[in-house]
């Protein structure tokens, strides 16, 4: 069963969350999801979140998966927790994959993983994604790195997620359920 941690942090995008969060538990794995401190996170709608954990009791498990939901000011909040970095670079170093939608490439940019990268974002965020190559494709894949754009492209990011570590087949299953297009 693949597993996957889903930091969420005050300011997260919530329908990027729920959506990822919902899709990798349909399709059978193990999801955790940890609060920057304990108690709900309040997304950037207001809707309120709670976290499975807390990053204390996660920061040093191995997940095959890191996935960021976007959203502001969560994806700043993540940038500026020293532990998120962290993790993210030990993760990479680790071969890992990591996926990030909206503006959570601008977390991987700060973790100096998107040097020579092709990814994909919130058109807002673009310029603020350093030296990576810009695709304006609503799902980018490069090498273990899977990008996307934002609310509108979090089932494709989640089904695009779901193919890479169950294949095709199992993504289409999952949308045909779900009554999407894929």
Known sequence: MPSAL???ADGVEEMEAVIIIDVLRRAEWKVTTTGLQSGP???SRGVRLLPDTTWADVENQSFDWIILPGGLPGSQKLIAD???I???QRHSRANGWIGAICAAPTVLHAAGLLRNRTVTS???VAARLG???RNNHRVVED??????QGPGTSLEFALAIVAKMQGAEKASELAAAM???K
Do not use: F, M, N, Q
């Open 41 to 43: 996170v309040t997304a």
């Open 86 to 88: 962290d993790t993210l």
């Open 143 to 148: 090498g273990k790195l899977i990008t996307s």
């Open 122 to 124: 919130h058109p807002s």
């Open 179 to 181: 009554v999407c297009a």
């Open 131 to 133: 030296d990576a190559h």
């Open 6 to 8: 889903i930091p969420l």
């Open 82 to 84: 020293s532990r998120v």
